[in-house]
Nanobody
């Protein structure tokens, strides 16, 4: 089982940028497609972006397409989410997980707050 730890969140003004990281333990990280999800207050957790095991294929939710970029470095067992042109509606706790997600792999997430 891969253990996942998210980091890089914070408070940023609208239009700003943040880069989130997802550090994975275990030697099998590179075997899995991975994804970012987010959960805003009072809302269901939603899909943000996914990336294939090799990094060659990516997919984005319409709400973040063109602003967010998902990537991974299998040598470092780390996945990233570069977030540009942030909007107040991007405010949420961001989580990484396998894709499709595994219930036992949800971590604590990292809070992203975008002020207007």
């Amino acid at each position: 089982q891969v253990q996942l730890v998210e980091s890089g969140g914070g408070l940023v003004q609208a239009g700003g940028s943040l880069r989130l990281s997802c550090a994975a333990s275990g030697r099998t990280f590179s075997n899995y497609a991975m994804a970012w999800f987010r959960q805003a207050p009072g809302k269901e957790r939603e899909f943000v972006a996914s990336i294939s095991w090799s990094g060659a294929n990516t997919y984005y939710a319409d709400s973040v397409k063109g602003r967010f970029t998902i990537s991974r470095d299998n040598a470092k067992n780390t996945m990233y989410l570069q977030m540009n042109s942030l909007k107040p509606e991007d405010t949420a706790v961001y989580y990484c997980n396998h894709y499709p997600p595994r219930e036992g792999s949800w971590g604590q997430g990292t809070q992203v707050t975008v002020s207007s």
